[in-house]
């Protein structure tokens, strides 16, 4: 027997405003009608309309604003992805999350390095240059030295030109920020990554897409393994 779930009365209220946002009838940042408004259009109490509310904030389709009416927004890929926050905060908990995590990171950023190699322009080449330059006078600077390491990562994630690889790094970065924390802080660590970053750079500088691949992949590998062997977890 096929069981029929029967539609919430916000659910009938959050999708006909979804469809004005989407038809443009309501464009981003114009005011939706109030609550009071919305409770006499649709014939139903102030409870139906702000659950409606809520949940096209979660969406990324609506802001709300406390006193004042709530407006449509353009939901962004940082704002979708920042959305998955708890939900990866609770993957990270369970006994294999990071290390789930770290292979998503390794199998994301090889795609990343290998499309740098065949597509970078002179000027990401640049900036990948100038990214590595900064991570090697961080040094012996923790706290500059892991920032610079962020940002290295992240123009491989901004070289496609997709908001949503960008997105997709920093909520990985965010994610992983204990692993980041915990092997940087490793005697001779900062020296090893910079060492892999050159060797990346190298390698996409040399339009290597194999060879870019193969470093990055290594480097991910150390990083995972010297998380492992200080959290007293290696295999």
Not at 140 to 146: I, Q, R, S, V, W
Not at 196 to 203: L, N, T
Request: negative net charge; glycine residues 6%; without cysteine.
């Amino acid at each position: 027997m096929t069981v029929i779930r029967r539609r919430k009365l916000y659910e009938d209220i959050a999708q006909h405003l979804e469809q004005r946002i989407r038809d443009q009838d309501v464009a981003p940042g114009d005011q939706l009608p109030s609550e009071r408004d919305l409770m006499r259009e649709f014939g139903v109490g102030r409870p139906a309309v702000r659950e409606a509310l809520f949940h096209l904030q979660k969406m990324g389709l609506v802001e709300l604003r406390s006193g004042g009416r709530a407006r449509a927004t353009r939901p962004t890929p940082k704002m979708v992805v920042e959305s998955l926050a708890g939900s990866a905060r609770y993957l990270l908990a369970e006994p294999d999350g990071v290390r789930h995590f770290q292979e998503a990171r390794s199998f994301f950023e090889m795609g990343l390095a290998r499309y740098a190699a065949e597509h970078a322009t002179e000027e990401d080449l640049r900036d990948l240059r100038d990214a590595l330059e900064a991570n090697r006078q961080s040094l012996g600077d923790l706290a500059k030295f892991e920032k610079t390491d962020v940002e290295f990562h992240h123009i491989l994630a901004v070289i496609p030109g997709n908001p949503i690889f960008e997105a997709i790094h920093a909520a990985i970065a965010e994610w992983l920020v204990e692993q980041r924390h915990v092997t940087l802080t490793y005697p001779g660590a900062n020296e090893v990554a910079y060492e892999f970053h050159r060797q990346i750079y190298e390698a996409i500088a040399s339009r290597d897409p194999d060879a870019a691949e193969r470093v990055i992949r290594a480097h991910l590998d150390q990083v995972a393994e010297l998380y492992w062997r200080v959290k007293g977890g290696g295999e």
